[in-house]
């Protein structure tokens, strides 16, 4: 396993994202992933199965110590008045005192910025948060969001092989933050793609673990896979074993060109383009 290290925080590079994972399914994955030696895992309130992940941890046998765990706050849950009884539900679901990262999930352009950072750095002092971060925040929103003064450590956005994250990318490395990356291998799409392909064959890896494998080897970068199949939570983690090279490396920096991003939904924010 390859860790980051950042502000005091000790992050397993590799984690297991729970989208769109529910009820049973959400805790047999986890529990899975945990078995095989994931220490890191990812859900939030939007996704409605922290229940499943709190239990899931908790009868796994792992100490809670040894998990790093995030969830993230809904938009609609950032203004004042909702934002910490909606941190304490969280808790209460994941069977925790706290969780290790805590995120605003999206902007929400009703709620100004240091209102809900102001929120999320109480949070923070509260203890309910051992460090803080966002999700979804385009250069634009992450000035507003420093400029509160509050220590965050990350921001979590869609990254994989197809989407130019580059200015965002060069941003959060200027100011010493990790970008963690959800859809890390677009949400299948890989899977076919013929550079990811050859690549692989060279390894013995297919177009999955390339791709993961190209994400662990970029500085300050964090991905959180997620699947439904036990044997492909099994397949993600197995990517520690063999080094892509420099060329290998710029061939797959080559396919962003194609700049597809598959999450955009009607609320997001202007994001930043290259």
Avoid: C
């Avoid at 397993?12 to 994955?29: M, R, S």
């Avoid at 709190?54 to 849950?77: C, D, W, Y």
């Avoid at 999955?208 to 939570?233: C, F, H, Y």
């Amino acid at each position: 396993m390859k860790y980051i290290q950042i502000k005091g925080a000790t992050i397993p590079a590799l984690g297991l994202g729970t989208f769109q994972l529910a009820g049973d399914t959400a805790q047999k994955i986890v529990a899975h992933a945990l078995a095989t030696g994931y220490r890191h895992i990812d859900t939030a309130q939007m996704y409605q199965n922290e229940a499943a992940v709190g239990n899931a941890i908790k009868e796994s046998g792992v100490a809670r110590s040894e998990v790093f765990l995030t969830t993230k706050v809904l938009p609609t849950n950032l203004s004042k008045e909702k934002f910490m009884p909606s941190v304490e539900e969280s808790l209460q679901k994941l069977r925790t005192d706290y969780v290790d990262l805590l995120l605003i999930h999206w902007p929400n352009a009703e709620v100004p910025v240091e209102e809900y950072m102001a929120e999320l750095v109480k949070a923070q002092e509260k203890g309910y948060a051992r460090y803080i971060g966002v999700s979804n925040h385009p250069t634009a929103l992450l000035d507003k969001v420093l400029a509160t003064g509050a220590e965050i450590i990350t921001n979590q956005v869609e990254y994989h092989p197809f989407l130019n994250q580059d200015k965002l990318y060069t941003y959060l490395r200027q100011h010493n933050l990790t970008l963690t990356a959800y859809s890390p291998i677009a949400q299948g799409k890989v899977l076919g793609n013929e550079t990811l392909k050859s690549i692989g064959s060279k390894y013995g890896k297919n177009e999955v673990q390339v791709t993961l494998r190209w994400l662990m080897q970029q500085d300050g970068v964090l991905a959180i896979p997620r699947s439904a199949k036990e044997k492909n939570v099994e397949a993600n983690f197995n990517i520690f074993d063999f080094e892509l090279t420099p060329q290998e490396v710029e061939q797959i920096n080559q396919l962003k060109q194609a700049n597809t991003r598959l999450i955009s939904p009607s609320f997001a924010p202007a994001w930043d383009t290259v």
